[in-house]
């Protein structure tokens, strides 16, 4: 729904769920003190909202709050948070008028986005994008792109704080990031069996028994992809290779492992209602609580980048070998003009600047902290920073794949061999017609831009290469 054209619904239940909710919540507030409906927020939770002010109270809380900083996020981050936020109001915890679905639904569907600045969350909260969005259905601002049908709804004051107390910006990126990195690691043991089959590698390294004598679900993954796309048809060149293959299963599993537990986390907090306070239609209460708190979110995807960054180095440390005659049988650089030529000498440079970013993108965010609000919120988990920084993480990644996957290609063409195993050669098929046959020095964008065009491809040969059941 963020990235592609597609119809976004709620079910009848979705609706109820909804509507129950915001009918509890408003009995309880008749009743008692409700944080957000009848007092401030933060360091104010102690003020009451007088009788007066009630209509007027939560509409200036959503203009205080719509005060992010920086550059816009992407369209695709914003639908994104759109989508978790419906959802999240669908499953019946927030209070908020159900109302507000379709209006959100109708931005969703029309290729809609809110304008949300970069800066204004740490983890606890999106507030400052979903006070904008909801300014958004107010009619204060217009959605992007401006002109056309603007989607509106008179969200009520006391709706306020419970439409905007959500992760849905943190979270929606975080799946997005997800996804990608689930795709960039499922190609990486493509690109890597093509680096195999460059090397004449040895096999013995991805054998069932080697893995099995750990059983780590992302070492036996990656150990049965690599068997089921190299074959023994050619002689091993060594009695035992370099860390870049020997021990490819025991660095990139647990990237898969990192991937597969953000994932996990993400898809909880997407379809959670995490509020607070939590509508309770069940017990006819509310319940403040901290369940606005995104740990396990921020912490899982900590716990991939510092993963991907020990694969990404396998990747580059591949790539080396790819250069060396002694592992190839090729020119110094896998270059065929006039000597001294550079080949592809310079994608290491380039594959090593990626890596480099993703070492420094790497520090986990969660090692943050902050005392806010006159001390009354005093600590944050910094999943937003976490979710940022692994979006960024994919962009070098896809880099220092791509300059592997040239540099393996080009090594295969130059052997003139073409690996005998299917799938592994449906990958070279595909990167060969993709792939410009010039190996005369020139200029190498190109090559990485057609490189990174690949890898979701790449990624679908990996998942039909997994044996069922790992």
């Known amino acids: 729904m963020a990235r592609e054209t597609v119809t976004a619904v709620v079910s009848r239940a979705g609706v109820g769920r909804a509507a129950a909710a915001a009918r509890v919540a408003a009995e309880v507030a008749a009743t008692r003190a409700v944080y957000g409906r009848s007092t401030g927020?933060?360091?104010?939770?102690?003020?009451?909202?007088?009788?007066?002010d009630l209509a007027g109270h939560?509409?200036?809380l959503l203009h205080s709050h719509a005060g992010g900083g920086g550059p816009m996020i992407a369209s695709e981050l914003s639908r994104a948070m759109l989508v978790v936020r419906v959802n999240?109001?669908?499953?019946?915890?927030?209070?908020?008028?159900?109302?507000?679905?379709?209006?959100?639904?109708?931005?969703?569907?029309?290729?809609?986005?809110?304008?949300?600045?970069?800066?204004?969350?740490?983890g606890?909260?999106?507030?400052?994008?979903l006070a904008v969005t909801a300014l958004c259905l107010l009619g204060d601002r217009d959605w992007l792109p401006a002109g056309g049908k603007q989607p509106r709804f008179p969200l009520a004051s006391s709706d306020a704080l419970a439409f905007m107390s959500s992760n849905a910006a943190t979270i929606g990126e975080a799946a997005l990031a997800c996804a990608d990195v689930a795709d960039l690691l499922l190609s990486a043991i493509v690109i890597a069996a093509l680096s195999h089959k460059a090397t004449s590698a040895s096999t013995e390294p991805y054998a069932a028994a080697v893995a099995e004598a750990k059983g780590y679900p992302g070492q036996r993954a990656v150990a049965a992809i690599l068997r089921a796309l190299t074959d023994d048809d050619h002689p091993a060149a060594r009695i035992q290779d370099p860390y870049g293959y020997r021990a490819m299963p025991q660095v990139h599993g647990p990237a898969l492992d990192a991937a597969s537990a953000a994932d996990r986390a993400t898809a909880v907090e997407l379809n959670a209602a995490a509020e607070n306070p939590l509508v309770d239609v069940a017990g006819g209460t509310v319940w403040h609580n901290g369940n606005f708190h995104a740990a396990y979110v921020g912490l899982a995807l900590d716990a991939v980048r510092?993963?991907?960054?020990?694969?990404?180095?396998?990747?580059?440390?591949r790539l080396g070998t790819l250069v060396e005659p002694s592992f190839t049988g090729l020119a110094p650089f896998l270059a065929t003009g006039q000597a001294p030529s550079s080949g592809i000498m310079i994608l290491e440079y380039v594959a090593h600047s990626a890596v480099a970013d993703i070492r420094r993108l790497a520090a986990p965010?969660?090692?943050?902290?902050?005392?806010?609000?006159?001390?009354?919120?005093?600590?944050?988990?910094?999943?937003t920073q976490s979710?940022?920084?692994?979006?960024?993480?994919?962009?070098?990644?896809?880099?220092?794949?791509?300059?592997?996957?040239?540099?393996?290609?080009?090594?295969?063409?130059?052997?003139?061999?073409?690996?005998?195993?299917?799938?592994?050669?449906?990958?070279?098929?595909?990167?060969?017609?993709?792939?410009?046959?010039?190996?005369?020095?020139?200029?190498?964008?190109?090559?990485?831009?057609?490189?990174?065009?690949?890898l979701t491809d790449l990624a679908a040969i990996a998942r039909l290469a997994r044996p069922a059941g790992i």
């Open 41 to 52: 927020v933060g360091a104010n939770r102690d003020q009451p909202v007088g009788a007066a």
């Open 58 to 60: 939560g509409l200036r």
């Open 88 to 122: 999240q109001i669908a499953a019946g915890g927030s209070g908020v008028n159900p109302g507000v679905l379709a209006p959100l639904l109708a931005a969703i569907n029309a290729g809609l986005w809110v304008p949300v600045p970069r800066y204004g969350a740490i």
């Open 124 to 129: 606890t909260g999106d507030l400052t994008a």
């Open 306 to 317: 510092a993963a991907l960054f020990q694969t990404a180095a396998l990747s580059a440390a």
């Open 365 to 383: 965010a969660a090692l943050g902290s902050a005392v806010l609000s006159r001390g009354v919120e005093e600590h944050a988990g910094f999943a």
């Open 387 to 454: 979710a940022r920084a692994t979006t960024d993480v994919v962009d070098a990644y896809r880099i220092v794949l791509a300059c592997e996957l040239v540099a393996a290609v080009r090594a295969l063409r130059l052997r003139g061999v073409r690996p005998s195993a299917p799938g592994l050669a449906a990958a070279f098929d595909q990167a060969r017609v993709t792939l410009c046959a010039e190996s005369a020095d020139r200029a190498l964008d190109d090559d990485l831009v057609a490189a990174q065009s690949l």
